[in-house]
């Protein structure tokens, strides 16, 4: 078997490099050769001093992650780190690249430190919902002091090697010749007698004490209220390290990584990590080269269109948008402009790329100007027979191999697609709002797409910086799903008289970004009533389609469930609202479990999205939920949530709800399934794509 680690002595140096491609994440055969190697050049005679460094893109990436769902096999990272901390040879860490939790750690335990100066170095444990378990909570303070260790670990931002917050840690940092350079050094090493420095003896980080205690105080204030966990034991654990001897701090943060690692929130955020680098993968993609995009056409310049109009400039296309008018297309182009802008205000643009930008911008007010496009996203249509009769002129006028889509979330590609001479190159996406900056994209496949299409797609979304999630197109895609279903649980307790903006609350306290009647005015109630009625099993009252006939838009027109009144951007509460539907508006029916039965809502829609192969995985939901939807990453999104509750716990709910409001409660029989085989809803994968 191939060793994780080479070992080579010259001139008495060994140099013990990490070879575990890609990333070389500290796994077990990683550490089990690590160790052995450290062992051997401990052991050899000729040798004086040890370099530690990595093969590849980067000197360390941490902890495997894959690895968290079972026991650690030994030597886990901080005996590792121990091992090496308490060599008795000097042990010198060259770093190149990255340097990321773990792998960190191991270098802070060496006793000497260079890097490349392009490297960057960084705790991005919390993101996992844990702390730097392998003695980074008591080394990094003793070297950096607590402020920069709290910043390092609390936002879990990489930094450059060169930042002050980090530099403090090293001993040389060099502009090339890393490896050389650490051979010359380590040659200096033996020369001079260096012994081994351990970091747990070494105290420079804390010279400044009030300094620290400053820094504690203001990540305490900041934290207050917060319900993430990890940030609260890092501060806890940072702080341990100026009050305790290193051994005791050392198993006071053993203690907190292993209460977090076996937590609820720790494992939603493990399975969001894992979600998210599998929802790109499209079977598709193995079938099919992407197209190359050059030229963008955008149908419709509302805030959609023209939010995609800048992302597409942004990222090097040249667009055409085309509106119906002349009107309506200079409206179009001062969104646009609007947009860009505002990028330029955020820094996602310079202002001399903004200055040049406009010049690819082509407005037009005739569909014929779209006869080169390569890709053409129509958001005009506000039914499905305006778009129809758009997607109907398209392929009239675009050049074959264009890929025509649909930027509506709800909406049948099939019935586009055969409006069309090229069902193969029509499909879906939907951008959750606000367009420019929406971290993800679902794509919505149709069952006449060809792989060549949805690889084009794929690819100009990626190019925009944004993560592609598979769907199948027809009935709407999986973010509008859930929340139209999430929406529809929480119509059936507005009802009966409880107050929108306690539900809205109640949401947003349970980890929701904004609840859903916010969301509904957001959207608009028109379309959100829209939604209602295509929502499989969703009968009864559509409060939103009363509220919208009664001239309540939503915030577009400054009045939905909220009324948005100057000085009051954000809403408040309209008890006119909730009178329009014949319900007292005091707000005094019996809310119960608010947040416990909307998420019933949507983990049931979320099963039948897999049963019907809406979805491919529990984890794409989840993806679509978290990064388009604002849930919280720590809550893992409705399908997590699901399988930490219980999925027997959650069918007895959906029954009682189901005898007591009817039908559109009825479990997915996914649920049974899953219940009488022990499987989890978060672990299922659907075989499309
Ligand atoms: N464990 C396991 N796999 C990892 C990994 C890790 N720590 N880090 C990255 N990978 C995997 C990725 O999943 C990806 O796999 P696939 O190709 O199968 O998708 C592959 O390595 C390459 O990763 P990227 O595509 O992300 O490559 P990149 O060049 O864009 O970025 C990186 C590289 C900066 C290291 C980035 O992957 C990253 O930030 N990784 C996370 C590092 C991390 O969170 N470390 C902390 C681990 S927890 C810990 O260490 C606890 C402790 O205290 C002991």
Known sequence: MAQAVSYEVTDGIAVLQMRNPPVNALGAALRRDLAEALARAVQDREVGAIVLSGAGKGFCAGADI???????ADPWVPELCDLVENAPKPVIAAIHGFALGGGLELALACHYRLAGAEARVGFPEVNLGLLPGA????????????????DLMITGQPVPVTSALVRPAFDMILKEGL?????????????KGMRPRRTRDQGAGFRDPAGDRKALQTWRARLAGKAEKAPGDILRCVEAAALLPFEVGQEFERAAFDDLLGGDQSRALRHIWRAERAAPRFGELARAPPR??????????????????AAGLIAGHEVVLVERD?????????????????????????????????????????????????????????????????????????????????GAAYGDVEALAAQTGCAQDVLALHVPLPTLTAPLAEIGVGRHTGAAAVATLHGFVTGLGKRAVWARAGGGLIGSRLMAACIHAADGLVLSGVAPERIDRDMRGWGMGFGPYQMADMLGLARMGDHLEALPGATGVNPHRVLAEAGRAGRRNRVGWYRYDAGAPRGVPDPDAVALLGVGAD??????????RLLAAMANEGARLLEAGIARSGGDIDVVMTGGFGMARWRGGPICAADAAGLLALRNRLRGLAEAEGGFWTPAPLLDRLIR?????????????
Not at 180 to 186: D, I, N, P, T, V
Not at 677 to 684: A, T
């Open 66 to 72: 894959a690895e968290f769902e079972a026991p650690f």
């Open 135 to 150: 003695g980074g909570t008591q080394r990094a303070p003793r070297l950096i002091g607590a402020g920069a260790a709290l």
């Open 179 to 191: 490896n050389a350079g650490a051979r010359l050094f380590a040659r200096k090493v033996i020369d």
């Open 292 to 309: 190359p995009v050059a030229q963008l056409g955008i149908v419709g310049g509302g805030s959609r269109g023209a939010g995609l109009a």
């Open 326 to 406: 002349a009107p309506s297309l200079t409206a179009a182009l001062a969104r646009v402009a609007r947009v860009l802008d505002r990028a330029v205000r955020r820094g996602r643009l310079t202002q001399v790329q903004r200055d040049g930008i406009e010049a690819v911008l082509h407005g037009k007010t005739d569909l014929v100007a779209l006869s080169e496009a390569d890709l053409v996203i129509e958001t005009a249509g506000h039914d499905a027979r305006a778009r129809a009769a758009i997607f109907a002129q398209l392929d009239a006028v675009v050049r074959d191999g264009a890929v025509l889509v649909s």
């Open 587 to 596: 707000g005094a029916g019996d809310p119960g479990d608010i947040p416990g």
């Open 677 to 689: 085989e022990g499987g989890r809803l978060g672990d299922v994968e659907a075989s499309a794509g």
